[in-house]
């Protein structure tokens, strides 16, 4: 667990954790009074509930379950809060039957834009060290990680009948992608 006395940042400022569904939206009064009091840019962290005490002060925790960056940090995360959000942490809640209002929390660590990358990078890199990943929610990222959860969460858009192509697709991918498998590990035997 690494506290903010750790960092190799300057955090000018910690938010409290605050549900999801809390987040200010764009243009809004809130917003507006956020983002002068603390800034536009820095990491955000996102954790259920039932973690938050065991996380306490820490910024690098085994329970953390998605750490972000952004230079507008209110804006990006607000795509979380509606049911049609664009965010992957948006996909790792409804995917998890998690409620915004009273399971998913979130905190805003606030630093100069030049630092951002920084920490998150810090974060991130302290993270796979101490617990063999980045963060818990893995299934949330939009990169490598969240390849299955994206795949999962565009099959829900689609028709019966488009279903049937995508399994039949899959199923010869499968077959193909084995067959190369196997022959690679014959290769490795000769």
């Given amino acids: 667990m690494t506290t903010l006395i750790e960092c190799p940042v300057d955090i000018t400022d910690v938010s409290e954790w605050i549900p999801v569904s809390k987040i200010p939206s764009g243009r809004s009064n809130d917003e507006k009074i956020m983002n002068e009091k603390y800034g536009t840019s820095g990491v955000?962290?996102?954790?259920?509930?039932?973690?938050?005490?065991?996380?306490?002060?820490?910024?690098?925790?085994?329970?953390?379950?998605?750490?972000?960056?952004?230079?507008?940090?209110l804006s990006r995360t607000y795509s979380i809060r509606p049911l049609?959000?664009?965010?992957?942490?948006n996909r790792y809640i409804k995917q998890n039957n998690l409620d915004k209002e009273t399971e998913v929390f979130i905190r805003y660590l606030y630093c100069s834009v030049d630092d951002i990358c920084k920490l998150e990078d810090w974060i991130h890199n302290e993270s796979k060290k101490n617990f063999d990943y980045r963060f818990l929610w893995s299934d949330a990222s939009e990169g490598n990680d969240g390849k299955y959860s994206r795949a999962q969460d565009a099959l829900?858009?689609?028709t019966s009948f488009e279903l049937l192509d995508i399994i039949l697709f899959a199923k010869?991918?499968?077959?193909?992608?084995?067959?190369?498998?196997?022959?690679?590990?014959?290769?490795?035997?000769?």
């Fill in 156 to 158: 829900e858009l689609l």
């Fill in 84 to 89: 049609k959000g664009s965010h992957g942490v």
């Fill in 172 to 190: 010869e991918l499968a077959i193909s992608k084995n067959t190369i498998e196997f022959q690679n590990k014959l290769k490795g035997l000769v």
């Fill in 44 to 73: 955000y962290q996102i954790a259920h509930v039932k973690d938050l005490d065991d996380i306490s002060d820490n910024i690098v925790h085994k329970f953390i379950g998605y750490t972000g960056k952004s230079t507008d940090i």
